[in-house]
């Protein structure tokens, strides 16, 4: 072979081998204050910027049976319903001149509070932050507002059918009676008052309930530290005691749930069991959701949509839960085509579980999870809320120094193992939303089928 100029320069450049990436990010500080809430500090110099995050130990998954929507709501009216010395109005307005932002979100068991502000304007709008935490008035004719809009949203809760699908089918799987399965019902809501919310305030929004994560832009954790004790530290603790969330196991046998809906598409959602918090097979299955479903080189990606373009989105993952998680494989396809899609999702949950997964897909399944990891935590404000989610959580001791290091230690063997334990397609749920008429197959072709109503 004549080797030439050209011929040289078109040879790949020989690279040695990247070493592994070793990711340790730091701690950041943690301290306790005398009333028991717990505070993790990083500083931050990059922007004038403070940003500060309470984590409180209850979510919607605690809320009475009757009063389904309390915790969402009474978390909304902390800052929306006015507070002992600012009216919600003033809040606002106070925010909004200064740049500032405070908000709330409710997940299954945590409640959390978000601020950003100027570091020139950190007294102020931490000394509005403080009463929203503490001492929220829930003003009545909010709650009437708020109560109102969430009932509107309630009658409108099945215009996005993908919404519906998720919502319906966690209920379907673990019941509607359950904690993780239930809904919010414009009875529920409608019977929440302000004496409840009060009630529930008092019980649960208590300082050793709660962590709080701080980073940006401060002199020292001392200074801090001294700023939060300022206004925190002659707030009571009191014993909390939450609802405890009943057990839960799947039933056995494919469940087959179907709501027809003229709609042009059909969604699919495939519900089998998940896992709790600091289990083994987190690792495993999180390299199983990558490779089966995480990004445009896993196998649905592969088979349902470049090959058989039969669908635009399709992915699989394992949100965990204290008491027992969910795996889902979702998908939406054409009606006319729905079954093949269904067909194919099937057969590779059953492949992933009956074959080991070659090498090269292993490695690359675990380097598109460890690769990018880095950048899960952009800012210090995000590896130090990651922090207290650990204690949040009570996941295993430094689990996120650990967390590459796990991945990097699965096996063929282990993703074989948790694949034929969680992908169990005769024991999977199935929940179908779409235009009976325009499908290709009827859906008893897969198992019996139970058709529901919207409501």
């Known amino acids: ?37 717990v505070v993790y500090l990083m500083k931050d110099t990059t922007l004038p910027v403070v940003h500060l995050s309470a984590m409180v130990g209850i979510g919607n998954a605690h809320d009475p049976a009757e009063k389904i929507g309390l915790g969402e709501l009474t978390a909304q009216l902390l800052k929306d319903g006015g507070t002992k010395s600012y009216t919600a109005d003033e809040i606002d307005k106070q925010l909004e001149y200064l740049g500032a932002s405070i908000d709330s979100s409710v997940f299954s068991e945590e409640t959390r509070l978000d601020m950003t502000t100027l570091k020139k304007d950190l007294p102020k709008v931490l000394d509005i932050y403080a009463e929203i935490l503490r001492e929220p008035v829930f003003n009545e004719e909010k709650l009437k507002l708020a109560k109102d809009e969430e009932l509107e949203m309630l009658r409108r809760r099945n215009d996005k059918p993908s919404d519906e699908l998720f919502r319906e089918a966690k209920r ?61 530290s002659s707030w009571e603790k009191g014993t909390v005691t939450r609802p405890e969330i009943a057990d839960f196991k799947p039933r056995e046998g494919r469940q087959i749930y179907f709501i027809n809906k003229d709609i042009s598409q059909a969604f699919i959602v495939i ?6 918090y600091n289990s083994p097979e987190e690792y495993p299955l999180t390299v199983l959701s990558e490779i089966l479903g995480g990004g445009m080189q896993s196998r649905l990606m592969t088979e349902v949509r470049s090959k058989k373009g039969l669908a635009y989105t399709v992915q699989s ?7 027992h998680g969910f795996t889902y494989t979702y998908c939406g396809t054409k009606p006319e085509t729905y079954s093949q899609a269904l067909s194919e999702i099937l057969k590779q949950l059953e492949r992933a579980g009956s074959e080991p997964v070659p090498q090269e897909e292993l490695k690359r399944g675990k380097d598109a999870i460890i690769n990018p990891f880095v950048f899960k935590f952009p800012t210090p404000f995000r590896l130090i809320t990651e922090r207290a989610s650990e204690e949040f959580y009570r996941l295993e001791n430094a689990y996120l120094d650990n967390y590459v290091s796990r991945i990097r230690q699965v096996s063929q063997d282990d993703l074989l193992a948790t694949a034929k334990d969680i992908y169990d397609t005769k024991n999977a749920l199935i929940f179908v939303i779409g235009d009976a008429k325009k499908f290709d197959k009827p859906l008893s072709e897969f198992g019996p089928v139970t058709e529901l109503k919207e409501d």
């Not at 040289?8 to 500080?29: H, N, T």
């Open 172 to 232: 379907m799987f673990y019941g509607a009676k359950h904690p993780y399965g239930w809904r919010k019902e414009a009875a529920t809501v409608a019977a929440i008052s302000r004496a409840d919310m009060q009630a529930f305030h008092a019980a649960y929004y208590r300082p050793n309930n709660v962590i709080i994560s701080v980073s940006g832009d401060f002199a020292s954790d001392e200074e801090m530290l001294k700023t939060l004790k300022e206004k925190f």
């Open 271 to 276: 519900l089998q069991k998940g896992l709790g």
């Open 1 to 37: 072979m004549l080797i030439t100029a050209s011929s040289v320069w078109a040879l790949p450049p020989g690279m040695p081998a990247a070493p592994d990436l070793e990711f340790r990010p730091p701690k950041g500080d943690r301290f306790t204050l005398e009333n028991g809430m």
């Open 317 to 323: 993952s394992s949100p965990r839960r204290a008491k």
